[in-house]
């Protein structure tokens, strides 16, 4: 990189510090730094859900498997199709959390079952959340390693340093407002390089034939085919709403919004803004693997794993190194840094939320201001906590993008089924419910380790189907009385109809790769 492409990167990560700087001045409160005061806007709110979303684990990932990752291509398409339809079902089951008045989820779970539930679910949520931090942190760290020729420890320190003192000045207020600017600054980049790549792409996009199938008609059961449309289009919906309505990170946003009819529109947003970006992506790697073919020696050039195979998650910032001119790089590597950034520091804010709501402020009896100091010190530990995952991410599995999803997927299910419960029948009990938890995620652990063949995509319907079956067994062998609790189901018109179109769109772009 030339110096006037670091003086870009200097100059953005100084604004952006000043910045968290300014925002965060005059907090006091934990409803401050973790809620922002409920004073954002649902644009900002849905803005930041979509930034964190398609960060920089996507940004990496998606690209190696469009273009490289034997058995991918655009089949990650079938996955978006689930994402309107998810937002839609969220529109209705998430209202009893919003309504629940409470920073952290988990506390809903205490609510309506027992505290119990609260602290495994928030145990859980910590220990999967932060080793799926730790794999973003992995990923932007190899880029920076890879464009500065600092060692991987060097660069996971910079990155962090600053990812950290940017989240403990601003809170979430920084975090959602800056991530309207990252989202910006992500997309310039992205369309900056799909221009670069559209001569190799048109030239060769007959010769990519086995990488723009976008749909797969099968059950991914026993075929050991991980990307089947059926598994990615279940498997991504139930993942989906478990991830958008009951993982902190997320739902921290929708929390957030003033009042339900916000975060319905939040919700809404996020289900028409998320495929355009991730659609860019899929390109993108398209545009790579093009870009391959001309040039034969590129991914001989990526640094190697740990197996001693090419790194595929970096054949962006490789190409954006080799290709860009001084400044443009800088400008893609400030997009790349603000996606890590949008990431991580909402990751952060989130651990910090579910340690000092879930139990520190429990178990402790301190004032105000020292809750607002220990979320201050929760986030600083959970960020030296992903920077210990992020040195075992390449056992984890070959790209972010599956790392991420795989981790997240073994829980997912369980941790829906918890919600469910809670939400639509809390008479099931609390140790019905944890019993039915237990069963699900060893149901998961099970399929992973003995049933290889089976999608990983599926595991967040199996762990919902065997918690919840084993929760409503349990309870009924308890000779306990289930009812169900009803909920609102009013959504205006103009919401529904918009996913619903989203969802109709997203399934013909994919027929149209497929032809």
Known sequence: MDVLDWWVIAIYLALMLLGAWYLGRKQGSRADYYLAGKSLPSWTLATSIVATQCSTNSLLGAPAFVGFVAGGGMLWLQYELAVPLAMLVLCFVFMPIRQANVISIYEFLEQRLDVRCRLVASGCFLFFRGVATGVTVYGVASVIALLTGISYTTAVVLLMGITIAYDLMGGMKAVVLSDVVQMVLLFGAVVLSLFWLSEPLMSHYHGLSDRTQALANDWGLMSGNQYGFWPMFFGGLFLYVAYYGCDQ????????????????????????????????????????????????????????????????????????????????????????????????????????????????????????????????????????????????????????????????????????????????????????????????????????????????????????????????????????????QPISMSLSTWKWQSLVSMTVLIFLTTIWFQM
């Not at 495929?275 to 001309?294: H, N, Q, R, S, W």
């Not at 879930?358 to 992903?386: H, N, P």
């Open 249 to 484: 990170s997320q739902a921290q946003r929708l929390l957030s919004a003033q009042n339900p009819a916000t975060t319905q529109t939040v919700l809404m947003l996020n289900g028409l803004l998320r495929f355009p970006l991730v659609l860019c992506y899929c390109v993108v790697g398209l545009g790579l693997a093009a870009y391959a073919i001309e040039h034969p020696a590129f991914v001989a050039t990526l640094p190697t794993t740990s197996d001693g195979s090419p790194n595929l998650n970096l054949v962006f910032p490789a190409f954006v190194s080799l290709e860009f001119a001084p400044g443009l790089a800088g400008l893609a590597m400030v997009g790349l840094f603000a996606a890590a950034m949008s990431s991580i520091d909402s990751a952060l804010n989130s651990l910090s939320a579910s340690t000092v709501e879930d139990y520190v402020s429990r178990y402790t009896k301190l004032s105000e201001r020292q809750l607002f100091l220990a979320s201050k010190v929760a986030t600083f530990g959970w960020g030296a906590f992903a920077v210990l995952l992020s040195y075992q991410v390449e056992h984890i599995a070959p790209t972010v993008l599956e790392a991420i999803n795989k981790v997240g997927s073994l829980a997912n299910g369980p941790f829906l089924a918890i919600f469910a419960i809670a939400i639509f029948a809390p008479s099931v009990g609390a140790t019905a419910t944890l019993i039915g938890f237990i069963v699900g995620l060893a149901a998961n652990i099970i399929v992973w380790l003995w049933l290889p063949s089976v999608s990983w995509l599926w595991w967040n319907l199996t762990g919902l189907a065997s918690s919840s079956l084993i929760a409503l067994i349990s309870a009924k062998a308890s000779h306990r009385a289930i009812t169900w």
